[in-house]
């Protein structure tokens, strides 16, 4: 089964700053990667999604994140945050054989500072 | 709002009991998965049901069941419950899903959050 490593459980940043989180997985075949946010309270929301094509993919609420294969990595950017982006993000792949199902990570908290 | 409803939003019961967990999907989607989210094990795939029929299976224990009925709404039943089992549990939903190698969008319900003491 794939699995999904995301290395920083908190992000503190302050606003208008950049950010990155990581995300590296494993599988030897072709998958599909996402990012999902979820703000307090909430249910998960899609952020972004690799399925095929460029590397490079774009997201909602200003977020971009690079697929890179030979790495194994699904990194998730923004230029500048926002106090609204504090939140918890999830990194996600889905298994090869079925590509509705997902492997989660164990989530990063993004806490934007003032 | 992404339109799945979950029912009840909280959920306290003691040990050794059983609950039902309730997910009413978005208008039109066949699909529906469960989640479990909790402080040790992270965000984990349960179980998908599509059109009423069991389409993929994760870590979900055998004390767990899970059924989609004929109007799409779907019933997590957990039975003898254990201290353990406290999580947030996620149902989502999707139009398709009846076959593994087309990807379909998971929508996410607001979860059930089921506190074990």
């Known amino acids: 089964a794939q699995s999904v490593t995301q290395l920083d459980s908190q992000v503190p940043v302050f606003e208008e700053a950049p950010v990155e989180l990581r995300c590296n997985y494993s599988?030897?075949?072709?998958?599909?990667l996402f990012w999902y946010v979820q703000y307090p309270n909430q249910g998960l929301q899609l952020l972004l999604k690799?399925?095929?094509?460029?590397?490079l993919v774009k997201g909602i609420n200003g977020f971009e994140a690079e697929f890179n294969k030979s790495q194994t990595s699904f990194h998730l950017r923004k230029p500048s945050v926002h106090i609204s982006d504090t939140a918890e993000y999830f990194c996600?792949?889905?298994?090869?054989?079925?590509?509705?199902?997902?492997?989660f990570g164990s989530g990063t908290k993004l806490n934007v500072k003032p | 709002d992404s339109g799945v409803t979950q029912t009840p939003k909280h959920l306290i019961t003691a040990t050794g009991q059983r609950v039902t967990l309730r997910c009413s999907p978005r208008?039109?989607?066949?699909?529906v998965y469960w989640y479990q989210q909790s402080l040790d094990q992270g965000l984990q795939f349960l179980i998908q049901?599509?059109?009423?029929?069991?389409?993929a299976k994760g870590n979900i224990l055998e004390r767990f069941s899970a059924q989609q009925f004929p109007d799409l709404h779907s019933e997590l039943n957990l039975s003898s419950l254990e201290l353990g089992d406290s999580a947030l549990y996620f149902c989502?939903?999707?139009?398709?899903?009846?076959?593994?190698?087309?990807?379909?969008?998971?929508?996410f319900g607001p979860g059930t959050r089921l506190t074990v003491l």
């Open positions: 049901y599509y059109n009423g029929e069991e389409r």
């Open positions: 208008s039109g989607d066949l699909s």
């Open positions: 599988s030897s075949v072709s998958v599909y």
């Open positions: 989502a939903s999707s139009v398709g899903g009846s076959g593994g190698l087309s990807y379909n969008e998971q929508f």
């Open positions: 996600a792949v889905s298994d090869e054989y079925n590509f509705n199902k997902f492997y």
């Open positions: 690799y399925l095929s094509g460029s590397t």
